[in-house]
């Protein structure tokens, strides 16, 4: 587990609940801390999901224990049965995630032996809520986390090594077994990604304005991971076929090269466009005019591939090279749909462009 905020904050949130049920006087205050523990979310609206949760399912935990004991009592067996029941109801009703918290409220309740069962249940019932309470509040005020920032750098980083890795692959100069590592370890901080943009699609906004430019940002963060998913896919392909990349004919290897090249450089220019560091009609004229048009580089590979099957040696395969090209042709359109959404987007909103991003670059 990596330090983080999240850390900083259930440790803060324990040390709340515990001093809260401590100066309230309520019975077994360490409980209160572990109901920190179980409420404490990576953002504030995520917390607020998960404190209806709770306590939706801490009032049915709460209401089948009071229940068993008044009618069935209180020992090993009416304890089992009690926390089966919960767990079939909380099933029933869809609320998968507060089920550990509301089994040790049910334990914590039926295991009270007091004379006035039911204020004592109550007290300890109420103890448990404190705990939630506590990390919703730390969750609310300690270090509100800045998906967007996060999600931004970790697209841009996730994107940079695999143009470094194309550039690379292209020229054969990378080691086999270190790029099919390094893949794996691309296609996990991919899966990193997403878990950020789901964070960042969880922040609220509390302004029409404000909702308006968190939905333009979430598509436009959507594409920048599709054409990272795409920029992977052609490495992969490179990878694969890498063999059959190194027979190819000289003119149709610097031809793939030079394409290549020209793709990684237009993906760099539009995470800078993006961030304000370019003009917005740059990329757009100029990746253009550096990028060979679709339907003249298909002409010319189309032609070269006939050429190469004609005179096909050495193990060289056309069908095998048309999933490179595939795959290619398939990443420069994903460039160019995510460089119409940024012109689109820098166009009404260039002003809400945060500066930190800058320096993510």
Do not use: C
Request: hydrophobic content about 45%; cysteine-free; aromatic content about 10%.
């Amino acid at each position: 587990m990596q330090l983080g905020a999240r850390i900083f904050k259930t440790g803060i949130a324990i040390s709340l609940a515990l001093f809260l049920a401590n100066w309230l006087n309520l019975p077994i205050p360490f409980m209160a801390g572990i109901a920190a523990i179980f409420a404490i979310q990576p953002s504030v609206y995520r917390s607020y999901l998960t404190i209806l949760d709770q306590v939706y399912g801490n009032l049915i935990g709460a209401a089948i224990g009071i229940v068993f004991v008044l009618t069935l009592g209180s020992n090993y067996l009416t304890v089992g049965l009690a926390a089966i029941l919960a767990i079939i109801l909380m099933l029933k009703l869809n609320l998968n995630n507060p089920v550990p918290l509301t089994l040790v409220t049910i334990i914590v309740i039926m295991e009270s032996h007091q004379e006035q069962f039911l204020q004592f249940a109550g007290l300890r019932f109420s103890t448990i809520l404190l705990g939630i309470l506590s990390a919703f509040i730390v969750n609310m005020i300690f270090l509100p986390p800045k998906y967007e920032n996060r999600l931004f750098a970790s697209i841009h980083e996730v994107s940079e090594e695999m143009i470094r890795w194309i550039r690379v692959s292209i020229r054969h100069a990378s080691d086999h077994s270190t790029v099919k590592s390094d893949i794996d370890k691309l296609s996990e901080k991919l899966d990193k990604v997403d878990q950020w943009y789901s964070f960042y699609k969880d922040e609220r906004s509390y302004t029409k304005k404000q909702q308006y430019v968190k939905a333009r940002k979430l598509v436009l963060y959507r594409q920048m991971i599709i054409t990272s998913n795409k920029s992977l896919e052609v490495l992969k392909r490179l990878h694969r076929y890498e063999n059959e990349l190194t027979i190819l004919p000289e003119q149709f290897h610097m031809m793939i090269q030079e394409h290549l090249e020209s793709l990684a450089s237009y993906h760099e220019q539009l995470y800078m466009k993006y961030v304000g560091k370019l003009r917005p009609e740059h990329s757009e004229t100029a990746g253009a005019e550096a990028l060979l048009k679709r339907h003249e580089v298909m002409d010319v590979f189309v032609r070269e591939i006939n050429l190469a099957h004609e005179e096909e040696s050495d193990g060289f395969s056309a069908y095998r090279l048309m999933h490179i090209l595939s795959a290619m042709l398939d990443y420069e359109e994903q460039l160019e749909h995510l460089d119409l959404l940024i012109i689109a987007y820098l166009n009404y909103h260039a002003d809400e462009v945060g500066s930190d991003l800058e320096n993510t670059i």
